[in-house]
């Protein structure tokens, strides 16, 4: 087995350079309360590096936190355990290990990043967005080298990802479990996420109003009578194959609504124009996907007077506030849930993950004020116009507390806030007046029963 003197060369350069500077590596086990063989194993090419160990060597070779996470990184990325050696008997030879892309990193080798157009984080063309530019700061930071950023289908990710030739797809990625299958995502981008929404057919709605009948969000996922279902039975459900409608639609929609509703064929072509022509061709009545998805629809001519946003119901608190977005009309969308926004990754590669992970962990600490700074800049582009302030989240669990104290210095956060607070309580205001109207019937039962 090949000795790993790289990573035995890195570890001597981060201790030449550390605060420390420890005569020899036995001395830097022995700070780092590690046993050697978890690192001279390493070196003599025998087993991986775990990622504790990094970590505690990292520890004792770094003083800031930032250092570390990248001494971390590449510490893994360089003590792998390479494949067997080519006169290895056949029979026992393993399949090959794919190079990680954090090695080619390390090396100063281009690395292949596409991106997909997706408002306002990838503008048509790929040079502009708020991705893009959130990319852009990540590369420097990270040292990163691309040529150019290849704008590819959406529908195309799964094919690039298996012959391995993508490393990195910045866009709105939502990680739906099906996307999961072929690939990996980053940590959530901070504060921001992608509502579910839903377009009604105005000949379905009709077929309601004739009866007097409210048709609402909730009624897909608990219709609120046995009318309802049946004035919904025939209508047909256009879902995007692979995408979040569709997961959300399949797993959350009542039975009773399901069994009633008629698929549509499958579109192939995802530009809003080609929705919109699918959904005139198949007559679709009720279409689920990203809000972004449903407003770009309706920016098709003839598209308002065929289809309407989903409503929410005016006698129950909404759980999630309404979106409103547009560009000069605005127009307000349920939220049936929200997805977290990522970028996307190649399958089967840890390491390169934990680099692009530790580098958005970077950019929220050192980096935080340019972030800010960035998140302001598309804040202020939309002036009258809704189309980044949506995808805004009120809360991020994702985040770290010092670092969300930065984030709630945006105002238009805060507001969403002070907005899901309010509505946390009139949740509770009406939770607690239906327990009190229930408990005064069932007192009024109790009564009359007695004097009978």
Same mark, same amino acid.
């Given at each position: ?48 590096? @775990?990622?504790?160990?990094? $970590?505690?060597? =990292?520890?004792? !070779?770094?003083?800031?936190? &930032?250092?570390?996470? %990248? +001494? ?50 990838? @503008?048509?063309?790929?040079? $502009?967005?708020? =991705?893009?530019? !959130?990319?852009?700061?990540? &590369?420097?930071?990270? %040292? +990163? ?308």
């Amino acid at each position: 087995m090949a000795q790993n003197e790289k990573f035995r060369d890195l570890l001597l350069d981060a201790n030449r350079k550390g605060p420390r500077k420890l005569k020899n590596l036995r001395d830097l086990f022995k700070a780092a309360n590690v046993k050697p063989a978890n690192v001279t194993m390493v070196i003599s090419g025998d087993r991986s590096l @775990r990622h504790d160990v990094a $970590e505690s060597l =990292a520890a004792v !070779l770094c003083e800031a936190e &930032a250092d570390r996470k %990248r +001494l971390v990184t590449s510490l893994i990325a360089v003590g792998q355990k390479k494949g067997t050696s080519d006169d290895a008997p056949k029979r026992r030879r393993r399949q090959t290990i794919r190079e990680s892309v954090a090695d080619r990193v390390l090396d100063q080798k281009e690395i292949r990043v596409g991106c997909v157009v997706s408002e306002p984080f990838v @503008r048509a063309g790929g040079e $502009e967005g708020f =991705a893009i530019e !959130l990319f852009d700061h990540l &590369a420097k930071l990270m %040292r +990163l080298k691309y040529k150019s950023l290849e704008v590819v289908e959406l529908g195309d990710l799964e094919r690039r990802f298996k012959i391995g030739d993508l490393d990195l797809v910045v866009t709105a990625l939502l990680p739906t479990f099906r996307r999961g299958t072929f690939m990996k995502f980053s940590r959530p981008i901070p504060y921001l996420g992608v509502p579910v929404s839903g377009l009604l057919s105005d000949s379905l709605r009709k077929r309601f109003d004739e009866e007097n009948i409210r048709f609402c969000a909730e009624d897909l996922l608990a219709p609120s009578s046995g009318k309802v279902v049946t004035k919904l039975s025939g209508a047909r459900l256009m879902l995007v194959d692979g995408e979040a409608g569709e997961e959300f639609s399949k797993a959350f929609f009542s039975r009773e609504v399901s069994n009633v509703l008629k698929p549509t064929e499958n579109p192939k072509e995802l530009t809003p124009g080609n929705l919109f022509e699918h959904m005139k061709s198949q007559k679709a009545d009720i279409f689920i996907s990203d809000v972004g998805t449903c407003r770009s629809i309706l920016d098709q001519p003839g598209a308002p007077a065929a289809y309407h946003p989903l409503e929410e119901s005016d006698n129950r608190p909404d759980v999630f506030p309404r979106i409103k977005m547009g560009r000069g009309e605005i127009v307000e969308f349920p939220q049936l849930a929200v997805y977290r926004i990522v970028f996307g990754l190649p399958p089967e590669d840890p390491t390169w993950e934990l680099m692009i992970n530790n580098g958005f962990e970077c950019l929220m600490s050192e980096g935080i004020r340019s972030l800010l700074m960035l998140y302001r800049k598309y804040i202020e582009q939309d002036g009258n116009n809704e189309l980044f302030r949506p995808f805004l989240l009120s809360t991020d669990d994702t985040v770290q507390a010092h670092t969300a104290l930065r984030f709630e210095t945006i105002p238009e956060i805060c507001e969403l806030k002070d907005q899901q607070t309010a509505g946390e309580r009139e949740g509770l205001v009406v939770a607690i007046a239906e327990r009190v109207v229930l408990k005064m019937r069932s007192n009024t039962k109790l009564e009359e029963s007695t004097h009978e």
